[in-house]
């Protein structure tokens, strides 16, 4: 699922460019935290407090695939709330470095997850939280996002389904497509790390009033060494920067629909 922030380090770790690297193999997969959803409207306005909200509280934005924390998000099931899932072995990396690099690649997978679409799905969801959130937060914000996530107001204000399924004959689209991170803060076993990214979310479909919309974010994460690896233990989100819109055409509601399912997400993003 979107808000402190702060300035000091470069892109990826003093190069100042962000990389795009599939997953290793040998990398088991991890939830993360992040995910805000684009918006339009009044739909916007309660996405974007929901977002605050569930990530502020907990951790705004989506996931990725599976049943489990290890569910392979290539071979999983596929149902009307999932059709965003990332491609490759594994959901989410894990295994992060244990300095400023590490800690960024570990923001930008996070929000990735937290960013999919099975965070409207329960089972997925609490995978994802339990993966991504330090232990002595994991259960607060879990109990805080069912909360959330349950709320038929809120699945009705974005076009979904009561139980967060789509309905027939729409896609459900919700994608968090990084674009850079930066450390803002590190002292050893803790870090602040920003990152600003895109995000597609709405239904492709022929009569949704919520088509697929793009939105830019930055989100800030609070992380903690634990465990022997990096953990969420809170967020924070703000929008923008936002960059100028060029005078494209948008795509029907078809090709919008074969395009998410076509083109899987990256499991590793950073």
Do not use: C
Not at 90 to 101: C, I, L, P, T, Y
Not at 104 to 133: C, P, T, W
Not at 134 to 163: C, M
Not at 206 to 223: A, G, H, I, M, R
């Amino acid at each position: 699922m979107s808000p402190g922030d702060g300035n000091d380090d470069d892109l990826y770790g003093g190069t100042g460019q962000t990389r795009t690297r599939l997953p290793d193999g040998g990398q088991g997969d991890v939830y993360g935290g992040s995910a805000r959803r684009p918006a339009r409207s009044s739909s916007r306005s309660l996405i974007t407090v929901v977002g605050v909200v569930v990530l502020l509280i907990a951790a705004i934005a989506f996931a990725n695939r599976g049943d489990d924390a290890s569910s392979d998000g290539a071979s999983g099931k596929k149902t009307d709330t999932s059709p965003t899932a990332p491609t490759g072995t594994k959901a989410v990396a894990s295994g992060f470095a244990h300095d400023k690099q590490g800690a960024q690649s570990a923001a930008a997978n996070y929000a990735v997850a937290l960013g999919s679409a099975e965070m409207f799905d329960k089972s997925r969801r609490h995978a994802i939280v339990d993966s991504v959130y330090a232990p002595d937060v994991a259960a607060d914000r879990q109990a805080r996002l069912d909360k959330v996530y349950a709320q038929e107001a809120f699945l009705s204000s974005i076009g979904l389904n009561n139980d967060g399924s789509a309905p027939s004959g729409s896609t459900f689209v919700s994608r968090i497509i990084p674009v850079g991170t930066k450390t803002t803060k590190f002292a050893g076993d803790s870090a602040t790390v920003d990152i600003w990214y895109s995000s597609l979310f709405g239904l492709a479909g022929t009569d949704t009033k919520n088509p697929v919309s793009e939105s830019w974010f930055t989100n800030t994460y609070e992380l903690r060494w634990t465990g022997g690896d990096w953990k969420v233990t809170d967020f924070q989100q703000k929008d923008g920067p936002v960059p100028v819109g060029r005078d494209q055409r948008a795509s029907t509601a078809d090709d919008m629909a074969k395009a998410v399912e076509q083109y899987g997400g990256f499991t590793y993003a950073r």
